[in-house]
């Protein structure tokens, strides 16, 4: 078993939602992403979504296509990305992280020598955009035998049937996606996610951490009423590129969203 | 190795999921899927229901003037010296080339759906121009998604979408071509599913996107097949058309894949030539990955990153192609040629002289390996090439590569 499950039970007993920060790896540079996971750890993150720069982010809005941008600039392959969770395991045992991307870069390398190296990394659970349940049968068991979670997407326009088969094929969590669109939209509306989470519920006993359109302290808290995890992105990732040039403001503005977020949550 | 392509094989291609042999399929985020599955159900209605068919046929007559000619070209057959040459001749379609036939498909669609609002991308403005066109009549908003770099090489296809009421969007992202603009118009879809219809330009994208457009355009081999059998009282031997996406050559090859005498070939943009590495030539150089909703043959990184690419010609310039294709050369059943851009614009000059037709630099692709095989064939022999579009966009290229300024 992945740490995600374990994670996210101890919070559920606490009384908790899980905060789960999304960063693209290698943004602004690749030294400078472990550094980042262990500040969003000290700041109160739960889990780490790991974002695998990709040429083509067709799901996501302008925020992640600049971070993808950025990182490939500096030529971070999918190695790099584990290279560095190997590098963030050797002093950070207990946090889980989650590998976010889209699926060719995980073909190009292969996805048995993949599930090899993520497991061997300390990955735990592998979330690409681009592959939905149907063309996951494959996939799906390998992931399980290497104890890796594969976490599936659920959107507001997902039929009751389809939600049932993500949760068939997934593990760890699933990630609703809180609006039509792509990353980095408007807001959300709390009121269409608490309906649409009692409808999941109905259906599954799965974990359900909700994204897109979480941006400050206050949608967090709103969101982690009705949820098991709290997936914040675009606005972090622009916090950290608006504050590219200095490691010190830099690291000092995530903690102050990521802390402020947290803290909104637990009151 | 090759297949034997009887009805019951091609009844399963592609198979309920979208799948052409191992290609195909529907890789796009849960955000889309609805939509895609709500289109699919609907197309398996409509694709057999008599009235959107009698609509579509009755369009395609009298709005886009089909069927279009299948005509010999004698000088340049003389000039070669080898097999017969047909060019059939989508270049005389309403707006100028064969995407038409696809969007008044997808328009017809769309009405069907309820959908008033269209999106589409385009590379050479082609698509966008029959998009734009489709919705003007219709009455539909559009939204026509563009590379930067492509507005820029293609102003006079801009101008056209926009003197027809559409929208154009300069899409600034990745290497800001086709393949950005199709990132765009899926992001666009995701955020307006509910009014929104995406008309996909060509025959790849996810399930059930390579299927309907292939059927849409397969009015090309029908009509192609029928008029050789009158001309020429038997099939032709080889057919001749050029790949980006290569909805073109599906709509020409489709018809004929039963038929095992006669070969087909798919010519690919060789850019600056295939060895160089710059050029757009998936099937030639790629190999197979997952881009746009579909797993194809692609032009990659060691990463997996999906490379730029370099064409001549704007609607040529794709590092991906339809997932049919992929499986046709992996059985054999088709062969995929590269033609460099300058055996292209060599192409383009010599049919402009010889027969006073101006190909597009697309087609000019598909006639230089025509050329090429022609010579190497008898002269009993009948080659048909799809002369998918006419070259009027593509004068103001043509002007500055020969040094002349036309501004």
Excluded at chain 2, 58 to 78: I, M, N, Q
Excluded at chain 2, 83 to 100: F, P, Q, S, W
Excluded at chain 2, 232 to 250: F, H, K, Y
Excluded at chain 2, 369 to 389: F, P, T, W
Aim: charged content about 20%.
């Amino acid at each position: 078993m992945s740490r995600i499950t374990p994670c996210l039970k101890a919070l559920n007993e606490a009384g908790k939602s899980a905060l789960i920060p999304y960063v693209t790896a290698g943004d602004p540079n690749p030294s400078a992403t472990v550094e980042i996971m262990h500040t969003l750890v000290k700041s109160g993150a739960d889990i780490i979504e790991l974002g695998v720069p990709f040429s083509d982010p067709m799901a996501d809005g302008p925020v992640i296509q600049l971070a993808c941008e950025r990182a490939l600039v500096h030529g971070t392959s999918l190695q790099n990305v584990l290279d560095m969770v190997a590098e963030f395991r050797k002093t950070d045992d207990k946090t889980p992280v989650v590998l976010m991307g889209y699926l060719n870069p995980v073909e190009a390398m292969g996805m048995e020598v993949f599930i090899e190296k993520a497991k061997a990394s300390g990955v735990d659970g592998v979330l690409t955009v681009d592959l939905p349940p149907e063309e996951a049968d494959d996939v799906v068991p390998r992931f399980k035998e290497a104890g890796l979670d594969a976490i599936f997407l659920l959107a507001p326009t997902t039929t009751n049937e389809r939600i049932k088969s993500a949760v068939a094929h997934g593990s760890g969590y699933i990630y609703y996606v809180s609006l039509k669109g792509v990353t980095g939209s408007s807001a959300l509306n709390i009121d269409d996610v608490s309906q649409q989470l009692a409808r999941i519920r109905g259906l599954t006993d799965m974990p359900v951490g909700v994204g897109f359109g979480i941006k400050d302290a206050d949608s967090a808290a709103a969101v982690s009423k009705v949820a098991d995890g709290v997936i914040v992105g675009s606005a972090l990732v622009n916090t950290i590129a608006e504050n590219a040039d200095s490691s010190e403001s830099m690291h000092g503005q995530i903690g102050k969203l990521i802390g402020a977020m947290r803290s909104a949550m637990d009151q | 190795m090759t297949a034997r392509l009887d009805a019951e094989t091609l009844a399963n291609i592609p198979d309920k999921r979208g799948h052409f042999g191992p290609y195909g399929g529907r890789f796009v985020s849960e955000t889309l899927m609805s939509s895609l599955l709500e289109l699919e159900a609907h197309y398996e209605k409509l694709r057999i229901d008599p009235r959107f068919q009698d609509e579509f046929d009755r369009d395609l007559a009298d709005y886009v003037g089909r069927p279009s000619p299948l005509y010999f070209a004698e000088h340049l057959t003389r000039k070669v010296g080898g097999a017969k040459i047909y060019l059939k001749r989508e270049d005389l379609n309403h707006t100028g080339a064969h995407k038409v036939n696809n969007t008044i498909g997808q328009a017809l669609l769309a009405k069907y759906l309820g959908k008033p609002r269209i999106i589409a991308e385009t590379g050479a403005g082609q698509h966008g121009v029959a998009s734009a066109t489709v919705a003007a009549r219709l009455g539909l908003e559009c939204v026509v998604y563009m590379g930067a770099e492509d507005v820029q090489r293609q102003a006079l296809n801009v101008y056209r979408m926009k003197l027809l009421g559409a929208t154009v969007k300069p899409v600034t992202s990745g290497t800001r071509t086709l393949k950005d603009a199709m990132n765009e118009a899926l992001r666009d879809w995701v955020t307006n599913v509910d009014d929104t219809f995406y008309i996909i330009g060509t025959v790849a994208g996810p399930h059930p996107y390579p299927k309907l457009v292939r059927d849409f355009q397969s009015i090309i081999g029908r009509e192609a097949r029928l008029q050789c059998l009158e001309k020429e009282g038997r099939l032709p031997d080889a057919l001749v058309a050029c790949v980006g996406g290569g909805s073109n050559a599906m709509g020409l090859f489709y018809p004929f894949i039963e038929d095992e005498n006669v070969e087909m070939y798919g010519v690919e943009a060789g850019g600056l030539g295939v060895s160089t590495g710059r050029h757009a030539a998936p099937l030639c150089a790629g190999r197979p990955g997952v881009l746009h909703g579909n797993r194809t043959y692609l032009m990659e990184d060691d990463n997996g990153q999906i490379m730029s690419t370099h064409s001549i010609s704007a609607g040529l310039d794709y590092p991906g192609v339809g997932p049919e294709h992929a499986w046709l050369k992996d059985i054999g059943r088709a062969n995929y040629v590269a033609a460099t851009d300058e055996e292209a614009l060599e192409a383009f000059h010599t049919l402009t002289r010889v027969e006073g037709i101006m190909p597009a630099l697309e087609s000019s692709h598909a006639i230089a390996h025509a050329m090429k095989l022609a010579g190497e064939m008898d002269r009993d022999q009948v080659i048909v090439v799809n002369l998918s579009g006419r070259g009027d966009k593509d004068i103001h290229t043509v002007a500055n590569l020969d040094g002349i300024d036309l501004s």
